[in-house]
């Protein structure tokens, strides 16, 4: 098989079953043929020796002859995809994407110049997107260079591919597609292929702790690097064996490897090899204990970072320059930095318009949310506390709430429209590059999404509920005293969640009434994080039903120790609970106050409320001025489903206080939960639903969708009853997207809704019309906490299931003090 790439792509072409028939160009006179390949042969040679001049040189002549019909159109894709591989390497990242996608464009059904681009708009991906869209895109060029036989692209996309599984941390995946790709390479003899997956196997056996294995592959990348004589790769290698040599604290050693790495790229004039060599040689400086020259060096490290928009570089750099302040002894800089990095990871999620993106950068990015919550706990900032805390519940409700605040004096339909129209990735096709006066990143992203349209599998059919809140997420702003101003008060305030890196730990910051702060953490049992899993999975509705009280006595350290026994003495207690993530699921009413006098439950001594996020608090405190209506009679409109078997509500028939009106149909539902209503209480089964999240049966085959609720005028105080109304199961670990959420963020002040299933059942029944009877004159959080005391006084009722009455909770945030 031919070896030089002008040669073997066509080769490739031909052989191609999928392919036109027939000769590329019989008018091509042979000396063109011959000088075409040339030039590609040319421009290839040149930009893997680091000649970008001459390869940018080869490229451009290649597209000028064949924009003059002098060259078979195989070299215009060609010519592109080297102007993109070259301005890869210079980190000309949009510039890299036009040329990518001009060849996508042209190269039609020429499937091995698509299986090309592929992977360099891949390694883009990886660089600045997403490692998960990188993956889908090099597992697609490796499908098709499979197809075509063509081991080089195969071993290219595997290599890929096993950068991406490390990142995703699948560590035996990462080596065997790496084994594989360096397997390809030997059979083609490839110098370049080989060094490119020595590299990549070393850096993973390094950080597997594997040294000795690592160091060798180095060697092999080094030699294969110095006789393909390729800049980037000697580079890198440089970096990664400086790094083995300074684990070792051979601080002379790696310093040489690190600067010999600084001189190669300075020469080859690779900007991105330049500034992780000047952060390698500030790791030095901080390896041999000099602290304030490590702070200068990292700080400067940071601002290089910035300049190329390389987020994990800026994290690294970030969290060095943290640790050098703290042994410097300046508190408030370190600080200071981990904020910096959280903003920086913020900013990112903020950019991109698809949920699944945005949980990858938190998940990939954990170990910054959690030293930064480390880092404030130990230096008991509660107001650095509370505001990295909220990142992890979560900023598209915010945004959402935010937004239509915005657009409150304007057509909310249009509000909506736009917010649709911004999430739908399928108008960016045909958009091609955006909006010229977009900002550089978002430009980027919403390039690199339309490109993967292009040449990737067709898009799926519709968007999710999360994908479409994707793109109104709040992007972050330095509130933290704001967010702590902005509490009610005279209550408690509990912020709590699960580390990020450590799912079996337990952060928390308690505010007293007082306004005194305390931050602390807990080891969560092995049995309490089974309950967790059992609350929040949909396939364990057996074990879930069947909790009561009892069962829930390991989730009491969910409620640190203090606020437990402040909780247990005598007096009124108000508490504002903010959970993060998996935590939205917690029947937090049912939960045992262990460990304190009386074993009562939280539901029993505290009015309590729940609310997605602090700074959804500190929008409804903006919005609710006043208490609860208490209007005599009171109006409420009502619906209950014929599908539901119990729960009557005929109480309002009953009891004077009220002036019931009976919705007669689905659609005046609908219609009466979009028109501004005081209060109202809905009845019906509530269904969770991938995509949709979930759903309430209204009547048969009438069901109220959340989407319908974005953009709508919700009743001041709405009552849900109904299964998974807050949240629903298997959800990501961010903010609850459900009904009774997207109602909370489009203008209701109160909500009572469920968390978890709420039984059809006569006990049911019962609670939930002794807490109904108390709104003509109390808030939902006062009626639920006099209802669950009424219950709870009943014989026997608290060995009963909890799903009978627990998820019923007030979501919002507490009425202020008269």
């Known amino acids: 098989m031919p070896g030089p790439i002008a040669l073997r792509s066509r080769y490739r072409h031909l052989l191609d079953p999928e392919s036109d028939p027939g000769p590329l160009d019989p008018d091509l006179a042979f000396e063109d043929w011959v000088l075409v390949l040339r030039l590609e042969t040319a421009g290839d040679d040149a930009l893997r020796s680091g000649a970008y001049a001459a390869a940018e040189a080869a490229f451009n002549e290649l597209l000028e002859r064949e924009s003059h019909g002098g060259a078979a159109w195989p070299a215009a894709v060609h010519a592109h995809i080297g102007l993109g591989d070259l301005n890869r390497e210079r980190d000309q990242v949009e510039t890299a994407l036009g040329e990518y996608d001009s060849a996508v464009r042209a190269a039609g059904g020429y499937r091995f110049g698509r299986m090309r681009a592929l992977v360099g708009t891949a390694y ?39 950068e991406c599984a490390e990142r995703l941390e699948h560590f035996e995946a990462a080596e065997r597609h790496g084994r594989a790709a360096f397997e390809a390479a030997t059979a083609v003899s490839s110098s370049l292929g080989q060094g490119n997956a020595a590299q990549r196997l070393g850096a993973l056996l390094h950080r597997l702790e594997r040294r000795e294995e690592a160091w060798e592959w180095f060697e092999k990348g080094l030699v294969a690097a110095q006789q393909d004589n390729d800049p980037n790769s000697l580079v890198n290698l440089r970096s990664l064996r400086g790094d083995l040599l300074l684990e070792a604290r051979d601080f002379d050693a790696a310093e040489r490897e690190y600067l010999a790495a600084l001189l190669t790229a300075e020469a080859a004039g690779l900007v991105r090899g330049e500034v992780h060599a000047r952060h390698d040689l500030a790791r030095v400086a901080r390896g041999r204990g000099h602290w304030e020259q490590a702070a200068e060096m990292f700080a400067a490290s940071t601002a290089r970072y910035k300049r190329i928009d390389d987020l994990l570089g800026m994290c690294n750099a970030m969290a060095k320059l943290a640790e050098a302040h703290e042994r410097c002894g300046r508190v408030d800089e370190s600080l200071g930095a981990r904020y910096d990095a959280v903003v920086e990871v913020e900013s990112f999620r903020a950019d991109h318009k698809e949920e699944r993106f945005q949980a990858e950068y938190r998940a990939r990015f954990r170990r910054v949310y959690s030293d930064a919550l480390t880092a404030t706990t130990r230096h008991g900032s509660a107001e650095g506390f509370a505001w990295v805390a909220d990142f992890l519940a979560g900023r598209r409700l915010a945004g959402l709430l935010e937004a239509g605040r915005a657009a409150a004096a304007s057509d909310k339909l249009r509000l909506l429209r736009e917010l649709l129209t911004r999430a739908d990735r399928r108008l960016l096709a045909q958009r091609g590059e955006g909006v010229p006066d977009q900002p550089g990143r978002e430009k980027r992203l919403e390039m690199l999404g339309a490109l993967a349209t292009r040449s990737g599998p067709a898009e799926r059919a519709a968007k999710s509920l999360d994908d479409l809140l994707a793109a109104v997420y709040l992007p972050p702003a330095d509130e933290r005293t704001a967010l702590m101003a902005a509490l009610p008060d005279n209550c408690h305030v509990l912020q709590v969640l699960l580390d990020p890196m450590r799912e079996d730990t337990l952060r928390w910051a308690w505010r007293n009434p007082a306004g005194v702060s305390s931050l602390g953490e807990a080891q969560m049992s092995a049995e309490a994080r089974r309950l967790l899993t059992v609350l929040r999975d949909g396939e364990r509705a057996d074990e879930r039903l069947s909790l009561t009280a009892g069962s829930l006595r390991p989730l009491s350290d969910l409620v640190p120790a203090g606020l437990r026994r402040a909780l247990s003495e005598p007096g009124d207690h108000d508490l504002l609970i903010v959970p993060a993530g998996e935590l939205w699921s917690v029947p937090w009413g049912a939960l045992p106050l262990a460990g304190t006098a009386g074993g009562r439950l939280l539901g029993e001594a505290a009015r309590f409320v729940v609310c997605p996020s602090l700074t959804i608090q500190q929008q409804l405190s903006a919005r609710q001025t006043t208490g609860p209506v208490t209007e005599t009679p009171c109006r409420v409109d009502i619906w209950r489903s014929p599908l539901v078997r119990c729960h009557p509500l005929d109480l309002f028939d009953r009891d004077r206080r009220w002036a019931p009106r009976r919705l007669e149909s689905a659609a005046e539902v609908r219609a009466r939960l979009r028109d501004d209503a005081g209060l109202m209480v809905v009845a019906g089964h509530g269904r969770p639903m991938p995509g949709i999240g979930h759903y309430l049966e209204l009547d048969e085959d009438e069901w109220l969708l959340p989407i319908e609720l974005i953009g709508a005028g919700p009743p001041r105080r709405l009552v849900m009853i109904a299964c998974w109304g807050s949240a629903y199961p298997g959800g990501v670990p961010s903010d609850p997207v459900s009904l009774a959420t997207l109602a909370l963020a489009g203008g209701s002040t109160e909500i009572l809704a469920t968390v978890g299933e709420l039984g059809d059942s006569a006990l049911a029944s019962r609670y939930v019309e002794m807490v109904l009877s108390q709104l003509p004159s109390f808030s939902a959080a006062e009626a639920v ?25 007030p979501i919002g945030t507490l009425a202020p003090t008269p």
């Open 124 to 162: 883009l991906a990886l660089r600045g997107h997403s490692v998960r869209l990188a993956l889908e895109q090099f597992e697609e060029a490796a499908g098709l260079a499979g197809e075509l036989g063509d081991l080089v692209y195969s071993g290219n996309a595997l290599l890929g591919a096993a």
């Open 785 to 809: 906490r006099r209802a669950t005391r009424r219950l709870l006084a009943g014989p026997h009722i608290r060995e009963q299931p909890v799903h009978h009455w627990a998820p019923l909770i």
